[in-house]
């Protein structure tokens, strides 16, 4: 690539982002086309794709060499010092470039080959496949039907061509409806509750400005709320804080008025829009950041950031969404100002609490492919996938992944899956490796080719669900009702260190129970496979011999306990679980790593006199 | 003096209790003594089986009263009407805050007997300290105003009677000659506090519980220093075990046996006592095995504004290093607390008098600040209105994690000393019974894989908190709730001992510790929650009283259980292993930095506030509250 000055650096250190004492590794860096490269003494590899590359800083020149900082999306920070300047220039310069991608094809995906051939690509494409899913919710049905107006994406380019809306929803009501609504989003639907017979729409806000109408908008929403027999009301949720809705009236654009539309309950939730919550997340990071952060400046950094207090908003209005489809069997739509940022992360995270499909794997997929893919939240723009607006950046769906985090932690047998499937469908997100999260609709995506040019991420992810199964898993769990109901007073929400944090392995637990309880179902399994095998075995013997020995053996409780003795696969000195065991080494457990060990290496350095020993207590004491 | 008398009202029928996150609970309520007890009507209410909750009356910190329909109530002395008269509809409801943290609301039929309820709560509750105080203050001040009296026989001999006044008694007047008329009073107040901490010991709950399963005097742990030592013994010959402090002479908060180091007579011993404040001389806390290093405790050297010297204490301390040898001596107080010590008498071991060792300062939080640090957490904690902004605000602000990432890393540096270092270190603070405990304990937990079992942990428990004078008794008096009333009532010349969380602390760097380690530690978070009710209020005498001194005065041990015979039953001791414990021989180095440290929800999930949607129904033979956890779904 033209971009690649310098390809190999040796002597490269590798600091400890967290370690006072300025710990690090020496060892070589390379630069690939597509990826950065560092590989220590000990042979342990880094890699870092361009495309999760945020920002590259060179920080002035020091007596080790030059300081080069990188920042990436995953929220990893890697602190390099190249020992020539020239060196550290060229590297430099080359990753500038080669993180900022002006062209979709330039993406990684797009040069990514998995070695799959092109049927299992399509059918790597076919896993997930929404029709499937609508019908799984119970459409089209009596009151909800396949609309075929948007086949063309005439009438809105940012939504997918299949959309369920109410069947007394005429073609020229739609149309009318999605005049009225900002970027032609009108109302339709996001999740059927099959019981309750209630819907979750979705769509923009109403170009109402101060006093404009539509009545074709107005039939629509009717439509919506005759469409469930078991409440006549219906609510709509504008997502946005009052005051934001307020002034988005005067540029013709604002909220539905109440007088206007019949048997409606409005209502404000108040999510901050993609700017705060950019400049929240900014804060966040730099709180985090900081080296040897004392437990208050760490909580009042938090508080100031507001993170939380942001996703605590989205989970309540969620919470809120879900309690008037369960509760009072009420449709409700929801709607932000374009309906792609707030409206996807309430919607989606409703359905997840209402529907317990949502909650595995497949079904997560499945979830993540609905509300946010195929009705078009920008991830081009919001992940900065090409050099564009840095306006347009935000982390939407990093909020939402933590919003799932939140509810796995209170819910820690409710969800099939881990931590570990967030971290890395939020890894992808930003990695461009796979097609799915290319570009910022449906339209665009066709336009591109994707499903022939590039792959898809779930059969990844589906090939290696081991990984990412939640060991305390049940399906049973609350099982006449499959709803959650979490409390979300703030003290249950909590820093995600595992998201902010995950490559700073000495902030980790030191020992993984979910591992453990991992490696010992699968032991379970195996045992009972042996175990049915011999029982087999056992038939088989007994069917042998005759049958008065036969009938002996069926009358005594346990048959066989002379033959399990001794199972094929579990020799009797060998521990359940191998000492040696990877899971059972203490990573990083070491005096040295950690904070409280810096004034002990100031005293533990060689000493000659008193004097010296006089100034560490002065560190010690001030 | 029984109570029961004092009781206006023993039982009321068709009480409603309800507790935070779980069904409200309808049944007879029946105040004793000791308890307060509810037992619902079986099957009725669609109650699935009777539940009955037992409550050390203990164990309430705070009772807090309120009727309803006071308009219809008509005072006797205004109108005449019977008070009898129950007016129908008129109900009241009482708040019972406990000192686990729990909160219980009763509501209860009828103003009248609400009324009564309550102040038969209160009676039991505070009675016997009244009656102590109302025993002894005439006496105490009849002859403790003439100053010249105070070292003389009259007051001593009223002490006599009672241990833990004794206790007192001494430390006061060996350090009399500075002690000013103030500070007599004061003495005066700790004295008093003392006798009625005595009188209400025998009264208290475990003298009486005799559950079935156990014997009296079995399960107590015999004599768990001399244990220790036979372990130490057959490695070192360097330390011995000594019976200097045999009749609680030279330290009064010491147990009989101490270990100390072999090279060093009882005589100067005795001397070295002298010179350490509550006689808190040097002793042997732990023996590192792997380098032969070892920690040592005790309370500060009192070298004074004259910078006071004492020969036996410094070849006490030199006898424990080699020829150039360097031991750390960790003090919990930061530089100018120790400085400022010395105007009172006590101070810091200059470095002109032991060249070997070097001072290290780490200032933990103690007294009153850790307590109101508890209480604001337990208020942000019981706070569910709280928006995320003030709730960390809150958290921040009770600065109780800070004192958890203090505590760990103190600790972590005594470790640090030992294992990387192969230095000794002496860990002191003032009096050398609470932070000092802390962190010499903590360290332990850290170093030796023997602690973390649940064995051993039991074990250092009653080494390091028990028999090495953590004044439990003093300490657990009171909990987060009956703060603001004190602040109220308390007189001037009364004024409460500050009342330290140091044993919740250390449980709760203990449970950070389970949760980096989840596979070291044998036990479970139940038993840290367990060891956390039963410091409060509890049916066993393991905790009671101040020191091993007070303990022999009171014969607990002869006279209540042991609440290790309880744990150690084979039933008890299921519930509180961890399943999936695996022996780690290695030293666990825990992460101190603030992302790492989490509200241990368990603790703090005690109060209302946290507890979630959920809980399960518990058995008819179960303690219900004790149900009440917060368990993540």
């Known amino acids: 690539m033209e971009h690649i000055r310098t390809t190999k650096v040796e002597h490269v250190k590798l600091l400890d982002r967290f370690s006072t004492s300025n710990k690090s590794l020496t060892g070589t860096l390379y630069l690939t086309a597509t990826h950065l490269l560092f590989i220590d003494a000990n042979q342990r590899e880094t890699w870092i794709l361009h495309h999760h590359i945020a920002a590259v800083e060179k920080l002035p020149l020091t007596t080790s060499g030059c300081p080069l900082v990188i920042q990436c999306k995953n929220f990893r920070i890697v602190h390099f010092v190249v020992p020539r300047e020239r060196d550290c220039h060229d590297i430099y310069n080359s990753l500038l470039q080669l993180s900022k991608t002006a062209k979709y094809e330039d993406l990684y995906a797009f040069s990514y080959n998995p070695k799959q051939n092109e049927s299992e690509q399509v059918k790597g494409w076919q896993l997930i496949d929404l029709a499937e899913e609508y019908k799984r919710m119970g459409v089209p049905n009596d009151y909800w039907q396949l609309s075929d107006a948007n086949r063309d994406y005439k009438i809105c380019e940012t939504y997918p061509r299949e959309l369920y809306v109410p069947r007394t929803a005429s073609k020229p009501i739609i149309v009318g409806s999605s005049k009225f609504r900002s970027k032609g989003r009108f109302p339709v639907l996001s999740y059927y509750h099959k019981d309750k017979k209630a819907a979750i729409c979705r769509c923009s806000q109403p170009l109402s400005g101060f006093s404009a109408r539509c009545l074709e908008d107005e039939h629509m929403l009717q439509a919506i709320s005759k469409a469930n027999p078991s409440n006549r009301y219906m609510y709509v949720m504008d997502t946005r804080p009052k005051l934001n809705a307020m002034a988005n009236r005067a540029a013709g654009k604002g909220y539905e008025n109440e007088d206007n539309y019949s048997n409606i309950r409005f209502q404000f939730v108040g999510i901050e829009n993609i700017h705060v919550m950019r400049s929240s997340l900014q804060k966040l990071l730099e709180v985090s950041g900081t080296k040897g952060l004392s437990v208050n400046d760490f909580l009042s950094g938090l508080e100031n950031s507001g993170w939380l207090r942001h996703i605590k908003a989205v989970l309540d209005a969620a919470v809120f969404l879900v309690k008037a489809v369960a509760v009072e069997s009420a449709s409700v739509l929801v709607h932000c100002s374009d309906g792609w940022d707030r409206t996807s992360q309430v919607c989606s995270l409703g359905a997840l609490l209402l529907d317990s499909y949502y909650r595995t794997i497949k079904g997560f997929m499945v979830l993540i492919e609905k509300d946010w893919i195929s009705f078009g939240h920008k991830f081009s723009d919001r992940c900065c996938q090409l050099d564009g607006d840095p306006k347009e950046i935000s982390p939407v769906f990093t909020q939402f992944l933590e919003s799932v985090w939140n509810l796995t932690e209170q819910f820690p047998q409710a969800f099939e899956y881990n931590e570990a499937f967030l971290l890395q469908i939020h890894e992808h997100v930003h990695s461009c490796q796979f097609g799915n999260f290319l570009g910022n609709c449906q339209k665009e995506r066709e336009e591109l080719k994707l499903k022939e040019k590039t792959y898809s991420l779930w059969p990844f992810l589906l090939d290696e669900q081991k990984k990412y199964q939640n060991p305390l898993y049940k399906p049973s769990f609350s099982p006449n009702l499959t709803l959650l109901e979490p409390n979300t007073v703030s003290f249950n929400f909590k820093f995600w260190r595992n998201m902010y944090h995950q490559f700073d392995r000495s902030m980790h637990p030191r020992q993984s129970v979910y591992d453990l309880i991992m490696d010992m179902s699968e032991q379970n399994k195996q045992l009972e496979e042996d175990i049915k095998q011999l029982e087999a075995k056992i038939k088989q013997k007994s069917g042998q011999s005759d049958a008065v020995l036969l009938k002996e053996r069926q009358q005594s409780a346990h048959p066989a306990p002379v033959m399990l003795k001794t199972p094929p696969c579990f020799k009797k000195d060998q521990p359940l679980i191998p000492l040696n065991d990877a899971v059972r080494t203490i990573e990083g457990s070491n005096a040295a790593d950690n904070r409280y060990s810096e004034f002990m290496e100031e005293l533990s350095k060689a000493e000659p006199a008193i004097v010296s020993l006089e100034y560490g207590v002065a560190r010690m004491t001030c | ?633």
């Not at chain 2, 008096?477 to 009532?489: D, G």
């Open chain 2, 1 to 633: 003096m029984e109570f029961s008398e004092l009781i206006k009202t023993a039982t009321v029928e068709s009480v409603l209790l309800s507790c935070a996150g779980q069904p409200a609970v309808k049944g007879t309520l029946c105040i004793t003594s000791h308890h307060l007890l509810l037992s619902s009507c079986p099957g009725g209410e669609g109650q699935p089986s009777a539940v009955e909750l037992w409550l050390l009356i203990r164990n309430v910190d705070a009772v807090e009263k309120r009727v309803q329909n006071v308009g219809w109530y008509q005072p006797p002395r205004s109108s005449g009407s019977p008070r009898g008269n129950r007016l129908a509809g008129s109900s009241g409801t009482i708040t019972l805050r406990c000192k686990d943290l729990k909160v219980l609301q009763l509501e209860i039929p009828g103003m009248e007997e609400c009324l009564n309820i309550a102040s038969s709560i209160e009676v039991s509750r505070a009675g016997v300290q009244r009656v102590g105080r109302s025993r002894w203050l005439p006496t105490v001040f009849a002859l403790g105003l003439p100053l010249t009296w105070v070292n003389t026989q009259p007051l001593g001999c009223v002490c006599t009677g009672h241990p833990s006044c004794q206790t007192l008694w001494e430390e006061a007047r060996m350090g009399f000659a500075e002690r000013t008329f103030p500070a007599f009073l004061q003495l005066c107040s700790a004295v008093l506090q003392a006798l009625s901490s005595v009188d209400s010991v025998m009264m208290m709950y475990p003298f009486f519980h005799r559950p079935q399963s156990l014997r009296l005097e079995e399960g107590w742990p015999r004599l768990p220093i001399e244990q220790h030592f036979q372990q130490i013994a057959t490695k070192t010959t360097q330390w011995r075990l000594s019976d200097v402090n045999q009749d609680f002479a030279v330290c009064p908060t010491y147990p009989p046996a101490v270990i100390v180091p072999a090279a060093v007579s009882e005589e100067t011993l005795r001397r070295a006592a002298r010179f350490r404040q509550g006689g808190r001389f040097p002793v042997l806390s732990y023996y590192h095995t792997r380098n032969g290093t070892v920690m040592l405790r005790s309370g500060q050297p009192l070298t004074g504004p004259n910078r006071k010297r004492c020969p036996e204490d410094e070849m006490l301390l030199g006898s424990v290093l080699d020829e150039g040898e360097r031991g750390f001596i960790i003090d919990t107080r930061s530089a100018q607390t120790a400085k400022q010590a010395r105007m009172t008498g006590g101070g810091t071991e200059p470095k002109s008098s032991y060249p070997q060792w070097k001072r290290l300062h780490r200032p933990l939080e103690r007294g009153r600040p850790l307590q109101e640090s508890f209480i604001k957490l337990v208020e942000a904690c019981n706070d569910a209105s709280l928006g995320m902004d003030r709730w960390l605000g809150r958290l921040g602000g009770c600065r109780w994690l800070s004192h958890v990432k203090a505590a760990l890393s103190t600790a972590c540096l005594a470790a640090q000393c030992l294992d990387r270092e192969e230095s000794c270190v002496l860990v002191h603070g003032a009096e050398g019974t609470d932070t000092t405990l802390l962190v010499t304990a903590l360290a332990q937990v850290i170093l030796d894989p023997g602690c973390r079992t649940l064995k051993g942990f039991q074990e250092l428990l009653e080494r390091e908190w028990i028999q090495a004078g953590h004044p439990f008794h003093l300490r657990c008096a009171r909990s987060a709730y009956s703060h603001a009333r004190l602040k109220q009532e308390a007189p001037p010349l009364l004024p409460f001992p500050a009342k330290k969380k140091l044993s919740l602390l250390f449980l709760d760097c203990v449970w950070q510790l389970s949760r980096q380690f989840p596979f070291s530690l044998e036990f479970s978070e139940g038993l840290l929650l367990t060891l956390f009710d039963n410091a409060y209020a509890s049916d066993y005498g393991t905790f009671l009283c101040n020191n091993e001194k007070e303990r022999c005065l009171c014969k607990v041990k002869e006279n209540t259980h042991s609440l290790w015979a309880w744990l150690d039953q084979p039933e008890e001791r299921k519930k509180y292993l961890n399943p999936l414990y695996s022996p780690n021989l290695l030293v666990i180095w825990p992460s101190v930095e603030p992302q790492s440290i989490q509200l241990w929800q368990g603790m703090a999930g005690a109060a209302p506030g946290l507890s979630q949607p959920t809980w399960t129904a518990c058995s008819s033979s179960a303690c219900f509250p004790s149900c009440s956890r917060t368990q993540p779904r």
